[in-house]
């Protein structure tokens, strides 16, 4: 079996991270056995929900079947295995309860398999984690858990954060994590000598060939090497080996070395589901002052699409698919309200033609919540035996 950790910051079952869980796919075995530990989220009453959209992003943009794996045996003798979002510390409970922790470090040791730990799986490849939830949803003081440390194995004394360039705070301080610079810095000083800080940005992978002993950064992003007073960024397309990430992480300086071979798992980076959400709303303002409501039609059913290419996000980060869906309800019904009768009959005749669409396609959830913003904007839509009947209340 190849020997792959792949470790990421946010964006695990995104579009945004396709191309790198392809290229780790690509190196399995025919009929490899591959497994999602669903430990990080177990707790929670949509777990199985969670697990679902998972399987259908894997399944459908990656083209690997994954079985889910809640018992203690989960990760033992599979060819790939995969964990992502939910709490860093409740998965530690659970998997050093567990013969999973010992599963997954020997994984690592033995340069086999692929292990792809993204959010808050990945905060625990380190050796301390971030207990983001008890520091940040909770108020406790910022402290350190024992982490799994299946990076000693690597050679690498440090702790691993993600979501490293998370900025929701607005107006405070959400990197690190959610920690912020005050709270790292206090809790880097609590470290034991000689470790380093590993920042992985939000939709961002590092991909290293445990047999080869390469790193890729890949995605939107990079990786940050942090040392009291000083830090080095590995951007995505640096293809480098082990070697300099030990180097750095020890505190030496970057070296500007051979010229970067092309990264073999990078691709063009995809914008995030906000960045999107943001647009199509710019372009709906836009083309409603105007006005041009066939473009402001136009940025809704692009805001849609959107909504189908996430629909699978476990993590939903910023704001996430809900939020884009209650934008798109809010549009539709701006739309009602600034048509004029004539422009009306072309614009919720051509919602109806979506609304056909997601029946056919099974998508009841979004045909519902297009049908209730058109009610919202002033037009009842009812159901009959000939097809679809609209009236406006206006």
């Not at 945004?16 to 780790?24: F, I, L």
């Not at 929670?44 to 998972?54: G, K, L, T, V, Y």
């Not at 035996?385 to 406006?392: I, M, S």
Request: aromatic fraction near 4%.
């Amino acid at each position: 079996m190849p020997g792959l950790l792949v470790l990421m910051g946010s964006g695990e079952t995104s579009p945004t991270m396709v191309e790198v869980h392809r290229s780790a796919a690509r190196r399995l075995r025919p009929g490899a056995r591959a497994v999602l530990l669903d430990t990080p989220y177990a707790f929670q009453e949509n777990a199985a929900d969670i697990s679902a959209r998972a399987r259908r992003y894997f399944a459908r943009s990656v083209g690997l079947e994954v079985e889910v794996a809640t018992g203690a045996a989960g990760a033992a003798g599979a060819d790939w295995v995969f964990s992502g979002p939910g709490s860093p510390t409740y998965a530690l409970d659970q998997w050093t309860a567990a013969p999973t922790a010992g599963d997954l470090r020997a994984r690592v040791r033995a340069r086999q398999g692929v292990t792809v730990l993204a959010s808050a799986a990945a905060c625990t490849a380190g050796l301390a984690t971030v207990p983001v939830y008890e520091i940040y949803k909770v108020g406790a003081e910022p402290h350190w858990r024992e982490g799994l440390d299946l990076l000693a194995a690597l050679e690498l004394r440090a702790v691993l954060i993600p979501h490293f360039d998370n900025a929701e705070g607005g107006t405070h301080d959400t990197r690190y994590c959610y920690l912020g610079e005050r709270r790292l810095s206090r809790m880097e000083r609590e470290l034991p000598p000689g470790t380093a800080v590993l920042g992985i940005d939000e939709h961002t992978a590092v991909v290293i060939d445990l047999d080869a002993e390469t790193v890729e950064v890949a995605g939107r992003g990079g990786l940050t090497v942090r040392r009291p007073g000083s830090q080095e960024v590995l951007p995505a397309g640096t293809h480098t080996g082990l070697g300099e990430v030990r180097r750095l992480a020890e505190g030496g300086r970057g070296t500007a070395g051979p010229a970067p071979r092309p990264a073999t798992v990078s691709a063009p980076a995809q914008i995030t589901l906000e960045e999107t959400v943001r647009s199509c709303e710019r372009r709906f303002q836009l083309a409603t002052a105007a006005p041009d409501l066939a473009a402001a039609a136009r940025a809704v059913l692009d805001l849609e699409a959107e909504l189908v290419k996430w629909a699978a996000d476990t993590e939903e980060d910023a704001g996430g698919v809900d939020e884009a869906r209650e934008l798109m309800r809010l549009l539709i019904a701006r739309l009602a309200e600034v048509a004029t009768t004539a422009d009306l009959r072309a614009l919720v005749e051509a919602l109806l033609a979506l609304r056909n669409d997601l029946r056919r396609q099974g998508r009841y959830e979004f045909a519902d919540a297009l049908r209730a913003a058109m009610l919202s904007g002033g037009v009842l839509v009812e159901d009959t035996p000939d097809g679809p009947r609209w009236t406006a209340s206006r």
